[in-house]
């Protein structure tokens, strides 16, 4: 709980049995109430694992694609009752220490949406991002930010944090189950809605 806001971390997970004790290791029970993992009918042990540790754990019978998982991630969110939902992956290319500084942007009001992002300080490549998705994600990133007027570091991130009200509002069954499903928000009048933090 924090600024008396209900904190949940989503794990949307395929075949993230060797990262996911890691992960959960570092993620801030001091401010995290729940954690749901939603196994994508990964191959391996990853439902196993995330039950032994103590995870909420929801698993697709089938494969629903990376948009799909998010879309079930959500869902069981919002039903927990969650007032702020960040999404870390449990393969470990970020670290969930940055769950506290994510939540209290949108806790005490400044946000609705915070985006991490790979790319500011040295951390993407050193993080395990291959030299080619690296450099597709500048161009990429460099695109959009032309075509939308803003100035991200990054996009494509999967470590984000929203607020219910947005989640609520987003016509996420709209979207595609596929790898890239992600979610755009608009500014609020008090500014931006989209932040980056590394």
């Keep these: ?7 949940v971390v989503v794990m949307p997970a395929y075949n993230a049995e060797k990262t ?9 029970f001091e401010i995290v109430d729940d954690v749901i993992l939603v196994d994508d009918a990964s191959r391996d042990r990853t439902p196993e694992v995330s039950r032994r540790i103590g995870i909420h754990t929801i698993i697709h019978e ?10 079930s991630c959500y869902r069981a969110a919002l039903k927990l009752g969650a007032d702020i939902v960040i999404m870390v992956h ?12 994510m939540a209290s942007m949108i806790a005490y009001g ?23 998705k690296y450099i597709a994600n500048r161009f990429l990133t460099l695109f959009e930010n032309l075509m939308l007027g803003h100035k991200l570091s990054e996009y494509h991130t999967g ?14 069954e709209r979207n595609s189950n596929d790898l890239s499903s992600t979610t755009r928000c608009w500014p609020r009048s008090s500014g931006s809605a ?5």
């Design 1 to 7: 709980m924090l600024n008396g806001k209900k904190v």
């Design 20 to 28: 996911l004790e890691k992960t959960y290791s570092e993620i801030p």
């Design 62 to 71: 089938r494969n629903l694609g990376y948009g799909g998982n998010q879309k």
């Design 90 to 101: 449990p393969d470990y290319q970020y670290t969930p220490k940055l769950v506290p500084a």
């Design 110 to 132: 400044e946000f609705d949406a915070v985006l991490a992002s790979r790319i500011l300080g040295t951390g993407a490549i050193e993080g395990g991002m291959p030299i080619y």
């Design 159 to 172: 470590y984000r944090a929203f607020t219910r009200e947005i989640l609520e509002r987003l016509p996420l």
């Design 194 to 198: 989209i932040a980056s933090a590394n």
